[in-house]
């Protein structure tokens, strides 16, 4: 039996990506270490290292690796954990610098990790 095939494969390019905000209290950070079990170690834009928490949401759908800029949610009642809202791609990352909302350190720090 034949394969069916989608139309419009353009549809990632006209998603909306995800912006940090302080009302929802996301920040930037670059993944440091992959600790396994689903847990990472990351270095946030504020300067505190982070061990953050990867959601059952992106667990198969984003695959992180050393290097990646990511946009984490610290938690309130324990601000050394955070857990992972999105994985940026390089060409969102691209568009975002075009901004200037990723600062001069994450990059330098991301592409030392990488």
Not at 22 to 48: M, N, P
Not at 70 to 84: E, N, Q
């Amino acid at each position: 039996m034949a394969k069916k095939r989608r139309k419009g494969g353009g549809e990632e390019s006209r998603k909306e990506i995800p912006l940090p905000s302080k009302e929802e209290g996301t920040i930037l950070c670059v993944v440091v270490r992959v600790l396994g079990a689903d847990h990472l170690l990351i270095r946030c834009q504020d300067g505190v290292e982070r061990k953050a928490r990867i959601p059952g949401s992106l667990r198969r759908r984003m695959w992180m690796r050393e290097g990646d800029i990511v946009l984490a949610a610290p938690w309130d009642f324990k601000p050394d954990r955070a857990d992972v809202v999105y994985r940026y791609t390089k060409e969102e990352l691209r568009k975002l610098v075009e901004k200037g909302l990723v600062p001069q350190e994450l990059l330098e720090l991301s592409e030392e990790l990488a």
